[in-house]
Each structure stands twice: as structure tokens, then as C-alpha cells.
């Protein structure tokens, strides 16, 4: 056991949190300082908790510094939208959220929910209220907390995926921070003097790291259960739910040339009964609130205090705490992490219509008007919006005397976009030029580089074959590349590592085959991989299953091996 020296210091965040007065910091006075766009470097690690992070417009950080001007400094907001469903009339007023407030456009995230960029200081408290004003928030959706809670997506989709978002919702609800100053802060509410509040859950230093949580209804990986910290898999009799497997330990986050950091897949360590899975939920957290690392916020996610200690330390834990045994795992078994798009039917005569959305971007392009279209949706419809784990949207539970209405508005305003399989399968993260982290493009260009490889797949005879293609502008790994069976990973500008070799529904990590390199060694590198594949493969066997069999790559099965 590896575990972290306690007599260690804290990290600067965790001094920063200790200080904070249960996330209040001075973070209101900066918000009404004239003498800045930005508000104090403190107060940025406590406004993640409040469900936003600080930005600046990269694309002009070096024209302003020429000019001794401060940087561009903005805001991105996100909302907390468990199981990322939300009503018309709160589609509308996110839509008018993003118009008055921000740049324009709706970011869905890969997380199933909405994302806001480009609000400046002055718009960021009406923006916060706005949001507030439909019914959402934003609490804990960044920070050292739980965020946003996944649930396969579309609760109208089955009585699984109803039970699916339930979960969710009640997840979030219980594990939300009980602090009063998200009120204080943006809704103006009464101040409470922080030392009469207690956090029951996460205590005054709340998490050493984030924490993810998913739940998902086989044969749908579309959660990713295997990349989060925790993840609830339904297992039921026909629509009836009989409980949830439990999966505990996965994430993402890496850092370039650190072999102590790396991805992890989550263990499946038990089963539990319906009533008792909210109490598992706040028990898993509990043992990282308790024995997460405090001192290496690099080593501080619970994928490390799992590895650290070991699976069956943790689960005795776990047990100790609950008062009780986890049952054995059932069987499941999922066959893609990806979405059916277009037309789908649904129960008691509803349809629902899955509207592809290039890397999660709600805006208006030439003759595909996606953002007014939604809109006019939305004002029409009786049913919900259902977002995606894969950056798209559903318009879910369309009456079969709506339907038309529906579709003659996907008609007028050019909604329906044929792509290639591997475009529809693509992820990206937002990157330049707002994110603080990024190292490399990724919105931005991924549409541009598979328009080339779609040339490649096209003249293997591949069209049809889909393929998992994820892309970031750093290691942090937003977009859960490392099980995609191709990965692109930002390095430096115009430069990515290239993985390969993951499972098709995200049940295998991928592996390191090209370090730092640009567009045309990326495509020299996977045009004779894809031609052999094209050659080779046997019937049903994907592209990340092929090249582990076809010796290209080596399965990696745990996290440590990543580097190997």
C-alpha cells in the first residue's frame, strides 16, 4: 500500500479552501472592482465550486500585452444538469443566456450539460441569475466536489432510463455543498456566518480533487462508466429494476512525461438494491473525503487512492462505513458508448429525435441554423430536451401530431447534417482559445482533420465501419480520450499524442503510438493502419480490437500500465 504521507503539508488549494470561509472568499468584492476584468487568484480556486472557471481570450493575449492592455479576462459558466435534461422553456432561456450574456453560443458538454464562454465581468451575477431564474444553477459544477451527475441519456427512452435519471437527480441533490454562499454570493439572499454552517458530507475542506459520478441502463455505454470516479449500472428483469452494479476508481486526467499520473478504469466491486444506492453514493465520497491525498493535487483524484491501497481495501472500507455487504456483481454487458441518431421510437406512441451536434457546439452556420432552429423547437414543443454524454441533443417525447411540426422545422432550418460515421463517433474538448489548460486545438480543428481522414476511410472501404475518434488540447482528458480507440492528445500547438487500441464501448484503455507529432504524420501513421484493418479484420471485430490482436498495440489493462 502506497498510501500518501499524512504528516505531508496541504497544497496551496487545500490552504485556500481552509481559509475560505466555506467557499466565500472575497470572491463578491471582486465581482464590483472597476479596476479589473479578473477577480483575485484565490478567489479563482473557490468560483470552480460556484460552477465557473476564469478565463482570457488566448486568441488575443499576446496583441494585448503588446499594448500593456490586462488580458481579455472572461468567464465561462457551466450548469449543473443531472442525467441533462431540461425543459423548452428552459432551453429558451439558456438560448437568451448565451445571447445577452456570453458570445452566442450553447457549449453542451461532454458531461450532459450546458456550458456558457465569454462573459465578461459585468454580465456574470445577471448571468448567474438568469440561470437561477429557470429553474437551474450551477453549484458544484466545477470544483472539489461531485458534479455533474450522467445517467443514459433520455429518461422518456424507458421506465431504465426514467430510474436512471432519478438517480442522478438524487445523487446530486444529496451530495450538493450546503454552504450558503452560492445564495450570498449570486441571488443576494441574507449572509449566514459561516461559523454556524456544517458540511455533513464534505466537511469545511470538502474534496481533495473532483469527483464523477455516472449511472447507465445496458446496452448503452453512452455514461462511459468506466473513466469515472464512481458509476451505477442498472440490472433489471425486462423494464423492471432490480438494483445497480457498482464500479468504482476510473479517470481521465494525466500529465505529459509523469508516469505517477495516468488514466484508470473503474473495478466493479458489488452490487447494491435500489434503496441502498444513495447510501453507497455518500459513503464512496466519504472514503475519499478521508483518505484522499491533500498534499499532490496531481495524485489527489480517487483513481489513486484506489490504486494507492488497493481494491479490496477500499471495499472493505466502504462495507465498514455502510454497516453492511455489497452483494456480488451481476452480469451485464454493453456494446457501444456512442448514439443512435435521427428518428428513434419511443413508448406510448412518442418519437424522439437525436440531433447531431459537432463537438457540442449550438451555433448558427451558413444554411444549418442550429442554434435559431432549437430555438423554434423549443417553442413548440411539448416534450423535453435531452442532452447527450456525446455532446448532442434529443428531442425527446414528440406526439405523433407534433411530429410533423418537428420535422418541418429540422427541414427549414437545415438541422438534419449527414456525416461519416466517423464524425458522427467524434469528440472534442473546447481548447484554445478559452481554455486555460490547453496546449494544442481541438474544437476547433478536429472537424478539419477528419474531413481528411474520412478520404482514408472512404478508399479502405471503411464508411460504414464505425470508429470511436476523440481529440484534446491537453491531458486532462475532458473528452475521455484514452478510450477512444483513436486519441488525440494535445502536446503543443499543432502537435498530439496519438493513442490507439481502446475498446469500442470504452472497456480498454488505449495506447501511446505516436509522440508529438502534426496533421500529416498523424494521417501517414493511421492511412496503413486502417488499410490493414480494411484487410484483416475479422467479422465484427473493431478498429481498437484489431490493432491489439494484430500485435500494432498492447492491451492495457490497468492504469499503471498506461506508460509501459
Request: glycine share 8%; aromatic share 8%; with cysteine.
Amino acid at each position: 500500500m502506497n498510501a500518501p504521507d499524512p504528516k505531508a503539508p496541504p497544497n496551496e488549494v487545500e490552504v485556500i479552501k481552509s481559509h475560505s470561509r466555506l467557499l466565500r472568499g472575497t470572491i463578491a468584492d471582486g465581482l464590483v472592482d472597476p479596476l479589473t476584468g479578473a477577480i483575485a487568484a484565490e478567489d479563482n480556486a473557490l468560483l470552480k465550486f460556484h460552477g465557473s472557471y476564469q478565463q482570457d481570450d488566448r486568441d488575443l493575449r499576446e496583441e494585448r500585452r503588446r499594448q500593456k492592455l490586462e488580458p481579455a479576462y472572461q468567464f465561462m459558466i457551466r450548469v449543473r444538469m443531472p442525467g441533462g435534461e431540461c425543459t423548452p422553456a428552459q432551453w429558451l432561456a439558456l438560448d437568451e443566456v448565451a445571447g445577452e450574456h456570453a458570445n452566442g453560443t450553447l457549449r453542451l458538454t461532454t458531461r450532459q450539460t450546458f456550458q456558457f464562454h465569454g462573459i465578461r465581468k459585468a454580465h456574470f451575477k445577471p448571468a448567474m441569475q438568469a440561470i437561477k431564474a429557470a429553474g437551474l444553477d450551477t453549484i458544484a459544477a466545477c470544483g472539489d466536489v461531485n458534479r455533474n451527475v450522467l445517467a443514459s441519456a433520455n429518461p422518456l427512452r424507458s421506465p431504465l432510463h426514467a430510474a436512471a435519471g432519478d438517480l442522478a437527480r438524487a445523487i446530486s441533490e444529496h451530495l450538493l455543498p450546503k454552504t450558503n454562499a452560492y445564495q450570498e454570493i449570486w441571488l443576494d439572499a441574507p449572509a449566514v456566518d459561516p461559523a454556524t454552517e456544517v458540511e455533513p458530507i464534505y466537511g469545511p475542506l470538502y474534496l481533495p480533487r473532483k469527483f464523477k459520478i455516472t449511472v447507465a441502463v445496458p446496452p448503452d455505454n453512452d455514461v462511459d462508466v468506466y473513466a469515472h470516479d464512481l458509476s451505477f449500472i442498472a440490472v433489471a428483469d425486462g423494464d423492471r429494476l432490480i438494483g445497480w452494479n457498482v464500479l468504482v476508481g476510473g479517470g481521465m486526467g494525466m500529465t505529459h512525461g509523469e508516469k505517477a499520473t495516468f488514466p484508470r478504469l473503474a473495478d466493479l466491486i458489488g452490487f447494491c438494491t435500489p434503496d441502498q444506492a444513495i447510501a453507497v453514493a455518500e459513503q464512496v465520497v466519504c472514503v475519499q473525503r478521508d483518505f484522499g491525498d491533500r498534499s499532490n493535487r496531481r495524485h489527489a483524484r480517487f483513481k489513486y487512492t484506489i490504486d494507492d491501497r488497493g481494491v479490496d481495501w477500499f471495499k472493505a472500507e466502504l462495507e465498514r462505513r455502510l454497516g453492511f455487504a455489497l452483494a456480488p456483481a451481476r452480469p451485464f454487458s454493453f456494446d457501444h458508448n456512442t448514439d443512435a441518431f435521427g428518428w428513434q421510437a419511443g413508448q406510448d406512441g412518442q418519437s424522439h429525435y437525436t440531433l447531431f451536434v459537432e463537438n457540442g457546439r449550438i451555433a448558427d452556420h451558413g444554411q444549418r441554423r442550429l442554434r435559431t432552429g432549437l430555438r423554434e423547437i423549443a417553442r413548440i414543443h411539448a416534450g423535453i430536451f435531452a442532452l447527450t454524454n456525446n455532446q448532442n441533443v434529443i428531442i425527446a417525447g414528440v406526439s405523433p401530431a407534433q411530429r410533423p411540426a418537428i420535422e418541418a422545422l429540422i427541414a427549414e432550418y437545415g438541422l438534419q447534417r449527414e456525416v461519416s460515421l466517423l464524425r458522427r463517433n467524434a469528440m472534442a474538448c473546447v481548447a484554445f482559445p478559452t481554455c486555460a489548460l490547453a496546449m494544442a486545438e481541438s474544437e476547433r480543428y478536429l472537424p478539419d482533420l477528419i474531413t481528411r481522414l474520412d478520404e482514408v476511410v472512404d478508399a479502405c472501404g471503411l464508411a460504414d465501419t464505425p470508429i470511436t475518434m476523440r481529440m484534446t488540447g491537453c491531458p486532462n482528458g475532458c473528452a475521455r480520450p484514452y478510450i477512444a480507440e483513436i486519441a488525440l492528445v494535445g502536446k503543443a500547438p499543432g502537435k498530439y499524442n496519438l493513442y490507439l487500441g481502446a475498446g469500442f464501448h470504452g472497456q480498454r484503455l488505449s495506447k501511446l503510438y505516436r509522440e508529438n507529432i502534426g496533421e500529416e504524420a498523424i494521417i501517414e501513421a493511421l492511412t496503413p493502419l486502417l488499410e490493414r484493418y480494411a484487410a484483416e479484420r475479422q467479422s465484427g471485430e473493431h478498429f481498437g480490437d484489431f490493432l491489439v490482436r494484430a500485435g500494432v498495440v498492447v492491451a492495457v489493462a490497468a492504469g499503471r500500465e498506461f506508460h509501459d
